[in-house]
């Protein structure tokens, strides 16, 4: 039996030059299919003019999901650059291919298996490439440089999001811009896009053609180089955009690496999830379990326990910890968010590694140039490529690092405190996928479960439940023994002085420790709208609340 292949054919005005006809397109790849075997079930093909608008194309869509099923052994085309216009689809192809074991073959580019990792490089530096195909290295250059000079100004079409345009020249829009620093600045901190779509919305911010926020749209919005004050043309920076910036170049690079990054990509399960399940550690340095338990008057409820059984070991309420928990992270993010840094001049070692940054892409994009003309072999391209991105990857990961360095340090005294259940830091965390805070926990904070101590009544004591906030670039992974030690001993001097949420922070080598009182013993002041949340655990009642 012949092998099956689809072919893909796409009309548009992509400037090299090539203003190739869907019907020379089509039968180049027909030839192809014939040359290799194949037997071709179906053409499809899109008339895309406007090449980078992010227009929805109908039949590529079908395609890639028919793609994904396994229904096909090839994907024919004429050139790589028909199949996809922007990374982004090209990610999505990728994964398409590797579901359904398809390699993508082309008349111009030959054969790509998309399941490899060169071949996945070869694929993204074609895209790069895609620009120098014309007929002499002079009129290339000084085309590109032609496309670079406009690139950066505006050329009419929607309105970008984020700016106002007043005859031809763009400034900043307010409320947009800020909703586009605000959502960079979450990206990075680790919030899901959901979450953020979700507030955009309930804000009433929709795009610019008046339509709600989806995840297509925003990863768009916050992909594009313009946010940075950069011009792109192609997907490549090639100069500095006559739009005024929104975020530096830094938070631009790293959101980009952020939403490009496939581990976010996560499946949806239906099993319950416990906030702390894997991330709270015992007093004894293990991780925490949940549990299902009876209580004597027969209710049922989910417990956190030490998988080490025996006297001793913690067994407490999910719900009780959680919300200490919550509790102190709103507080912490609201700190965070209240003393947020004002930017001050450029980091020399930011300015280091973005000089790093732009050596490798220009070396990227030199290797992606010499195989397209041939000079160089397409699988010496590949093996090329993947060391490039492995020291890119490198370069932004510390980029990266750096901001996050950048927006989180010890908050002061006065800037720790209680925050409400009703405010916005409140109900931005608590709506963040269970899967998003849980990342976020791992990467900001180790939790302690410590003994309640010599109580006869086994009673929920919040100071049981110590947050330690990591210092920046500290890295994941439980708190060693002695650093456990420490907590117990200060929760025993702070015994007695009412109930209290622990957060510790580590700071310079210091470790600073705040304690939130819930105001029992020390009552808010009258009136305050900032304490009213704070009752989170019912002070009525305390049988309901033993552990
Ligand atoms: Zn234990």
Not at 125 to 140: N, P, Q
């Amino acid at each position: 039996m012949r092998s099956k292949a689809f072919i893909y054919c796409r009309i548009s005005d992509d400037k090299t030059g090539e203003k190739l006809g869907v019907q020379r397109q089509e039968e180049d790849c027909r030839a192809l299919a014939e040359e290799k075997g194949y037997e071709v079930v179906r053409v499809f093909q899109d008339n895309d003019i406007s090449a980078y608008s992010g227009k929805a194309r109908p039949e590529y869509s079908a395609m890639v999901a028919r793609v994904a099923t396994g229904e096909v052994d090839a994907v024919l085309c004429w050139h790589p650059d028909r199949l996809h216009r922007r990374p982004v689809e090209l990610e999505a192809y990728i994964d398409a291919c590797r579901d359904g074991k398809a390699i993508t073959l082309s008349v111009k580019a030959g054969e790509m298996d998309l399941a490899t990792d060169a071949g996945q490089m070869i694929a993204r530096m074609l895209g790069a490439a895609a620009r120098y195909e014309s007929d002499t290295k002079a009129t290339r250059i000084r085309r590109a440089s032609e496309q670079a000079t406009r690139a950066g100004k505006w050329t009419g079409g929607t309105r970008p999001f984020g700016w106002t345009i007043t005859d031809g020249t763009p400034a900043l829009h307010p409320e947009e811009s800020a909703a586009i620093a605000s959502a960079c600045a979450r990206v990075l901190r680790g919030d899901s896009l959901g979450s953020i779509i979700r507030e955009m919305n309930d804000q009433g911010l929709t795009t610019t053609r008046g339509k709600p926020w989806g995840y297509a749209q925003l990863a768009q919005a916050l992909e594009r180089p313009r946010n940075a004050g950069l011009a792109s043309y192609h997907g490549e920076i090639v100069g500095e955009s006559t739009f005024p910036a929104i975020v530096s170049e830094n938070v631009w690079r790293g959101v980009c690496a952020v939403l490009r990054d496939p581990a976010r990509r996560r499946s949806q399960s239906n099993k319950a999830v416990h906030l702390l399940a894997g991330i709270a550690q015992c007093h004894c340095g293990a991780y925490v379990r949940t549990a299902g338990v009876t209580a004597r008057d027969g209710t049922r409820h989910k417990i956190y326990r030490c998988p080490v059984r025996g006297s001793g070991h913690v067994s407490k309420r999910v719900a009780f910890v959680d919300d200490v928990v919550n509790t102190a992270i709103i507080a912490v993010r609201a700190a965070e968010a209240a003393t947020k840094k004002a930017p001050t001049g450029p980091d020399p070692e930011a300015e280091q590694l973005q000089v790093e940054a732009t050596a490798l892409r220009k070396r990227q994009e030199e290797a992606g140039v010499q195989a397209a003309l041939g000079q160089i072999p397409m699988q010496m391209l590949g093996s090329i490529n993947a060391v490039i991105e492995r020291e890119l990857e490198a370069v932004t990961a510390a980029m990266v690092r750096l901001e996050e360095a950048a927006a989180r340090h010890v908050p002061a005294e006065e800037d720790i405190r209680p925050v409400s259940m009703n405010s916005p830091e409140a109900a931005e965390w608590i709506s963040m996928h269970i899967d998003d805070r849980k990342d976020y926990l791992r990467r900001v904070c180790n939790v302690v479960l410590l003994p309640h101590g010599k109580s006869s009544t086994k009673v929920f004591d919040r100071d049981t439940v110590q947050v330690v906030v990591k210092a920046p670039g500290e890295g994941q992974g439980p708190l060693e023994e002695r650093q456990i030690q420490r907590l117990r001993t200060r929760r025993e001097n702070f015994r007695g002085v009412g109930d209290g949420v622990f957060i510790t922070f580590h700071g310079d080598g210091e470790e600073f420790t705040y304690r939130l009182d819930d105001g029992v013993n020390q009552p808010p002041p009258s009136g305050s709208e900032l304490f009213q949340g704070l009752t989170f655990v019912a002070r009525s009642g305390d049988a309901g609340r033993r552990e």
